[in-house]
Protein backbone atom coordinates (compact mmCIF):
# COMPACT_ATOMS: atom_id res chain seq x y z
CA UNK A 1 0.00 0.00 0.00
CA UNK A 2 1.57 3.21 -1.08
CA UNK A 3 1.76 5.81 2.09
CA UNK A 4 2.99 9.21 2.19
CA UNK A 5 3.43 11.00 5.64
CA UNK A 6 4.76 14.77 5.67
CA UNK A 7 6.78 16.46 8.85
CA UNK A 8 8.98 19.56 9.42
CA UNK A 9 5.73 22.06 9.39
CA UNK A 10 5.90 24.88 12.29
CA UNK A 11 5.92 28.25 12.81
CA UNK A 12 8.99 30.86 11.48
CA UNK A 13 9.29 34.31 10.90
CA UNK A 14 8.88 36.06 7.48
CA UNK A 15 12.55 35.83 5.45
CA UNK A 16 13.21 32.63 7.54
CA UNK A 17 13.97 29.07 6.61
CA UNK A 18 12.05 25.17 6.72
CA UNK A 19 12.31 22.14 5.53
CA UNK A 20 9.50 19.58 5.03
CA UNK A 21 9.96 16.27 4.32
CA UNK A 22 7.69 13.44 3.41
CA UNK A 23 8.52 9.80 4.15
CA UNK A 24 6.78 7.78 1.55
CA UNK A 25 6.29 3.77 0.55
CA UNK A 26 4.77 1.32 -1.34
CA UNK A 27 5.51 3.24 -4.43
CA UNK A 28 7.02 2.21 -7.30
CA UNK A 29 9.82 5.00 -7.20
CA UNK A 30 11.20 4.82 -10.31
CA UNK A 31 7.88 5.35 -12.68
CA UNK A 32 6.69 7.70 -9.78
CA UNK A 33 6.24 12.07 -9.78
CA UNK A 34 6.12 13.52 -6.33
CA UNK A 35 4.65 16.99 -5.94
CA UNK A 36 4.31 19.28 -3.26
CA UNK A 37 0.72 20.91 -2.62
CA UNK A 38 -0.40 23.78 -0.62
CA UNK A 39 -3.72 25.22 0.71
CA UNK A 40 -4.50 28.24 3.09
CA UNK A 41 -7.93 28.19 4.92
CA UNK A 42 -10.78 29.15 2.28
CA UNK A 43 -8.60 28.85 -0.76
CA UNK A 44 -8.06 26.29 -3.56
CA UNK A 45 -5.15 23.45 -3.06
CA UNK A 46 -2.13 25.11 -5.03
CA UNK A 47 0.91 23.48 -6.68
CA UNK A 48 4.23 24.59 -5.49
CA UNK A 49 7.00 22.00 -6.49
CA UNK A 50 7.23 18.50 -8.44
CA UNK A 51 10.01 16.26 -9.21
CA UNK A 52 10.27 12.91 -11.76
CA UNK A 53 11.68 10.44 -9.56
CA UNK A 54 13.54 8.71 -12.49
CA UNK A 55 15.23 11.41 -14.00
CA UNK A 56 15.37 14.41 -11.12
CA UNK A 57 12.75 16.83 -14.18
CA UNK A 58 11.44 19.61 -11.65
CA UNK A 59 9.07 21.97 -12.09
CA UNK A 60 8.12 25.07 -9.58
CA UNK A 61 5.09 27.41 -9.48
CA UNK A 62 5.76 30.95 -10.13
CA UNK A 63 5.08 32.16 -6.64
CA UNK A 64 8.52 29.72 -5.01
CA UNK A 65 10.85 30.19 -7.86
CA UNK A 66 14.26 30.79 -6.87
CA UNK A 67 12.99 30.17 -2.92
CA UNK A 68 11.84 26.71 -2.61
CA UNK A 69 13.60 23.27 -3.52
CA UNK A 70 12.34 19.89 -4.06
CA UNK A 71 14.66 17.14 -3.52
CA UNK A 72 14.72 13.66 -2.68
CA UNK A 73 16.95 10.58 -0.94
CA UNK A 74 16.48 7.74 -2.79
CA UNK A 75 18.13 5.52 -0.04
CA UNK A 76 16.08 6.93 2.69
CA UNK A 77 12.86 6.95 0.31
CA UNK A 78 11.88 10.66 1.23
CA UNK A 79 11.13 13.69 -1.03
CA UNK A 80 12.10 17.30 0.31
CA UNK A 81 10.94 20.75 0.27
CA UNK A 82 13.31 23.63 1.20
CA UNK A 83 12.14 26.94 1.92
CA UNK A 84 13.80 29.86 2.13
CA UNK A 85 13.07 33.63 2.20
CA UNK A 86 9.37 32.81 3.18
CA UNK A 87 6.66 34.64 3.03
CA UNK A 88 3.42 35.05 5.08
CA UNK A 89 1.81 34.43 2.03
CA UNK A 90 3.31 31.17 2.18
CA UNK A 91 1.27 30.37 4.95
CA UNK A 92 -0.38 27.26 4.26
CA UNK A 93 -1.00 23.26 5.02
CA UNK A 94 1.61 21.59 2.67
CA UNK A 95 0.81 18.28 1.37
CA UNK A 96 2.85 15.67 -0.30
CA UNK A 97 1.38 13.62 -3.20
CA UNK A 98 2.44 11.09 -5.95
CA UNK A 99 1.46 8.65 -8.65
CA UNK A 100 2.68 6.74 -11.53
CA UNK A 101 2.98 9.65 -14.48
CA UNK A 102 4.16 10.55 -17.34
CA UNK A 103 6.00 14.15 -17.14
CA UNK A 104 3.86 16.72 -18.90
CA UNK A 105 3.99 20.58 -18.25
CA UNK A 106 0.22 20.82 -18.40
CA UNK A 107 -0.52 17.74 -16.21
CA UNK A 108 1.73 17.94 -13.37
CA UNK A 109 0.94 20.71 -11.22
CA UNK A 110 -2.28 19.77 -11.50
CA UNK A 111 -4.38 17.99 -8.09
CA UNK A 112 -6.00 15.20 -10.52
CA UNK A 113 -2.68 14.17 -11.54
CA UNK A 114 -2.13 12.48 -8.42
CA UNK A 115 -3.83 9.63 -6.65
CA UNK A 116 -1.74 9.65 -3.27
CA UNK A 117 -1.30 12.21 -0.79
CA UNK A 118 0.02 12.65 2.77
CA UNK A 119 -2.21 14.22 5.67
CA UNK A 120 -0.43 17.16 5.47
CA UNK A 121 1.78 19.34 7.45
CA UNK A 122 0.92 22.96 8.69
CA UNK A 123 3.60 25.85 8.05
CA UNK A 124 2.87 29.19 9.53
CA UNK A 125 5.00 32.10 8.51
CA UNK A 126 4.79 34.82 10.75
CA UNK A 127 5.51 38.97 10.04
Known amino acids: QVQLVESGGGVVQAGGSLRLSCAAS????????MAWFRQAPGKEREFVAAMAWRDSRTAYADSVKGRFGISRDNAKKMVYLQMTSLKPEDTAVYYCAGDQREWNSVIVPTTRAYSYWGQGTQVTVSS
Open 26 to 33: GLLFSRYI
